[in-house]
């Protein structure tokens, strides 16, 4: 079973039993997997998905008249292992932007971007599978979405020191108090580097940040909602899967005074053993208290995507920002 959030058994395991790079294809459904498998049943996936993946992957299918048979030519497709920056040229590019690498997918002439930071110790292709689907069902509803995974230069995108947590919930509550509050070290550093990539992302596309959409899983949705909080401008909105609070007094400040009214998705599960789920309370309350419009919906999974319908939530919010499009 390949496990799409690695980091997860990084952070119980350490980095030798961190699992190997993700095949390139939607994992089959694992709600009895707790190492945060992807959660798309190939049975959820539309006739022309399937069709896509099998082509993705470079096989064909002109010869599978059942959809029986285009299952056995997906599983096919799936098992082929996946190395490069971006899972194939058909289904997604390869492009440097600010000096990241990224996996680029979707229409060239957007009117939404969605950007899609990784987890810790994650590789962003990884993400590639949710972003080729969302797109898909996106583009079937008449809206030019572009999806931009950059991958960070160094194994995480700013230091996190998770002993420190562990210890501070053994030390009573002002000490976990102080840990959350602070900023941890490389921030400030990803703040510039993020800044000049948005930058950068907005000249490629041409759009304003008002059509840019932050997305982000574990501590890639800390990257997506610190970078938010830190534009001149309110971006279109922004995801936190699985996600974490830090630098709450900045926060709070940035939301207050520049980004009032800023939309939130944030998803996080029940289950979750690396980051607790009583944390997504505060984030939320943090997030309420200083004027974000947050839609908080906590599902049965861990460290993980989630079960089935918070795909659903995820492709409702996206197309509630999405501009429609003339189908071409």
Same mark, same amino acid.
């Given at each position: 079973?390949?496990?799409?959030?690695?980091?997860?058994?990084? $952070?119980?395991?350490?980095?030798?039993?961190?699992?190997?790079?993700?095949?390139?294809?939607?994992?089959?459904?694992?709600?009895?997997?707790?190492?945060?498998?992807?959660?798309?049943?190939?049975?959820?996936?539309?006739?022309?998905?399937? %069709?896509?993946?099998?082509?993705?992957?470079?096989?064909? /299918?002109?010869?599978?008249?059942?959809?029986?048979?285009?299952?056995?030519?997906?599983?096919?497709? %799936?098992?082929?292992?996946?190395?490069?920056?971006?899972?194939?040229?058909?289904?997604?590019?390869?492009?440097?932007?600010?000096?990241?690498?990224?996996?680029?997918?979707?229409?060239?002439?957007?009117?939404?971007?969605?950007?899609?930071? /990784?987890?810790?110790?994650?590789?962003?292709?990884?993400?590639?599978?949710?972003?080729?689907?969302?797109?898909?069902?996106?583009?079937?509803? +008449? /809206?030019?979405?572009?999806? =931009?995974?950059?991958?960070?230069?160094?194994?995480?995108?700013?230091?996190?020191?998770?002993?420190?947590? @562990?210890?501070? =919930?053994?030390?009573?509550?002002?000490?976990?108090? %102080?840990?959350?509050?602070?900023?941890?070290?490389? =921030?400030?550093?990803?703040?510039?580097?993020?800044?000049?990539?948005?930058?950068?992302?907005?000249?490629?596309?041409?759009?304003?940040?008002?059509?840019?959409?932050?997305?982000?899983?574990?501590?890639?949705?800390?990257?997506?909602?610190? @970078?938010?909080?830190?534009?001149?401008?309110?971006?279109?909105?922004?995801?936190?899967?699985?996600? $974490? =609070?830090?630098?709450?007094?900045?926060?709070?400040?940035?939301?207050?005074?520049?980004?009032?009214?800023?939309?939130?998705?944030?998803? /996080?599960?029940?289950?979750?053993?690396?980051?607790?789920?009583?944390?997504?309370?505060?984030?939320?309350?943090?997030?309420?208290?200083? +004027?974000?419009?947050?839609?908080?919906?906590?599902?049965?999974? +861990?460290?993980?995507?989630?079960?089935?319908?918070? $795909?659903?939530?995820?492709?409702? $919010?996206?197309?509630?920002?999405?501009?429609?499009?003339?189908?071409?």
């Amino acid at each position: 079973m390949a496990d799409w959030f690695p980091e997860t058994t990084k $952070f119980f395991f350490g980095d030798d039993e961190a699992p190997k790079p993700s095949h390139h294809l939607p994992a089959r459904d694992a709600a009895s997997d707790g190492g945060g498998a992807l959660h798309l049943d190939v049975k959820s996936l539309s006739i022309r998905e399937l %069709r896509r993946s099998i082509s993705d992957a470079g096989l064909g /299918h002109s010869d599978c008249l059942e959809r029986s048979e285009l299952e056995a030519r997906f599983e096919e497709a %799936r098992s082929r292992e996946y190395t490069g920056p971006c899972p194939s040229p058909d289904g997604a590019r390869a492009v440097e932007i600010a000096g990241l690498r990224c996996c680029v997918l979707g229409s060239p002439n957007p009117e939404l971007v969605v950007v899609i930071y /990784h987890g810790y110790y994650a590789p962003a292709s990884e993400l590639v599978p949710l972003a080729q689907v969302l797109e898909a069902r996106l583009h079937e509803g +008449g /809206h030019a979405v572009q999806f =931009v995974l950059p991958q960070c230069g160094e194994s995480a995108w700013f230091n996190l020191d998770f002993s420190s947590y @562990v210890m501070a =919930v053994l030390q009573g509550e002002a000490e976990k108090a %102080r840990v959350v509050r602070a900023t941890p070290g490389g =921030v400030e550093e990803m703040r510039a580097s993020q800044s000049s990539f948005v930058a950068a992302l907005r000249e490629r596309t041409g759009l304003p940040t008002s059509a840019l959409c932050l997305c982000g899983f574990s501590q890639g949705a800390m990257v997506a909602l610190d @970078v938010a909080l830190h534009l001149d401008e309110t971006c279109a909105g922004v995801v936190v899967l699985s996600g $974490f =609070v830090m630098a709450v007094e900045r926060w709070a400040e940035r939301l207050a005074s520049r980004h009032r009214g800023i939309r939130v998705l944030q998803l /996080h599960g029940l289950q979750d053993n690396t980051i607790p789920f009583y944390t997504a309370n505060w984030l939320c309350d943090l997030l309420k208290t200083n +004027g974000a419009r947050v839609m908080f919906i906590p599902h049965s999974g +861990g460290h993980e995507f989630g079960p089935p319908h918070v $795909f659903s939530s995820l492709l409702s $919010f996206l197309t509630s920002l999405a501009p429609s499009a003339p189908m071409s």
